[in-house]
């Protein structure tokens, strides 16, 4: 069974500083590693993707990937009170197959 | 505009009243996929289909019934629902081979609630 993990949190931290939200997969040949943001009560959005190890910067946001640790974290600098929402990690697995697999998310509040 | 349209969005029924709820995108994806969401448990898959007539099942697929006679639909049946498929499901597709490979496009969601 294919696994990613991530803490449930709520994560809080106050307006201005770097919010960082952490995700480790089980799958050491996992090719593809997407962030995804959802509000309370609206669908999943892309907001970042990522497949080479190092930083993908974004605006705001850096996604940072280490397949030897396999683990992805997504940071969120000068974070704002409209980024609180609870962060999606999702992986594709190995095998040529692209139907990710969702951690459970970790939710973030931004106070003012 | 591109998009995928899942109705109804919300939806109180009763149990083993069959109902279905329909997904239909717009951007020519061969994959398309069903999920629930409950609480603290994150987006369990429920089935898949890889094209037109090809459809698998996910991680919680009792309970639901699904078909992909035409790429652009993609309908969820519950057959006899029952109140634990109270939750909130989406629908999502892809583009098949493209990149990023993986990146879902997610319908606004159904609640439904089985009394």
């Known amino acids: 069974q294919k696994e990613v993990e991530q803490n449930s949190g709520p994560l809080s931290v106050p307006e201005g500083a770097i919010a960082s939200l952490n995700c480790t997969y089980s799958?050491?040949?996992?090719?593809?590693f997407f962030w995804y943001r959802q509000y309370s009560g609206k669908s999943p959005e892309l907001i970042m993707f990522?497949?080479?190890?190092g930083d993908k910067e974004d605006g705001r946001f850096t996604a940072q990937l280490n397949k030897a640790s396999q683990y992805v974290s997504l940071l969120i600098r000068d974070s704002q009170p409209s980024d609180s929402a609870t962060y999606l990690c999702?992986?594709?697995?190995?095998?040529?197959?692209?139907?990710?697999?969702f951690g459970r998310g970790t939710s973030l509040i931004v106070h003012p | 505009e591109a998009q995928v349209t899942q109705n109804p969005r919300y939806l109180i029924t009763v149990t083993g009243k069959k109902l279905t709820v329909t997904c239909s995108q717009n951007?020519?994806?061969?994959?398309m996929s069903w999920y629930r969401q409950d609480p603290g448990l994150g987006l369990r898959q429920i089935y898949y289909?890889?094209?037109?007539?090809?459809?698998d099942k996910g991680d919680v697929p009792e309970g639901y019934k699904v078909s992909r006679k035409e790429k652009r639909n993609f309908p969820l049946i519950l057959e006899s629902p029952s109140p634990n498929q109270t939750s909130l499901y989406f629908c999502?597709?892809?583009?098949?081979?493209?990149?990023?490979?993986?990146?879902?496009?997610f319908g606004e969601g159904s609640r439904l609630t089985v009394l």
């Open positions: 999502a597709s892809s583009f098949h081979g493209g990149a990023p490979a993986g990146e879902l496009f």
């Open positions: 799958d050491r040949g996992s090719q593809s």
């Open positions: 990522i497949y080479s190890n």
């Open positions: 999702a992986v594709s697995p190995s095998g040529g197959s692209y139907i990710p697999t």
């Open positions: 951007m020519n994806h061969e994959y």
């Open positions: 289909s890889m094209n037109v007539e090809v459809t």
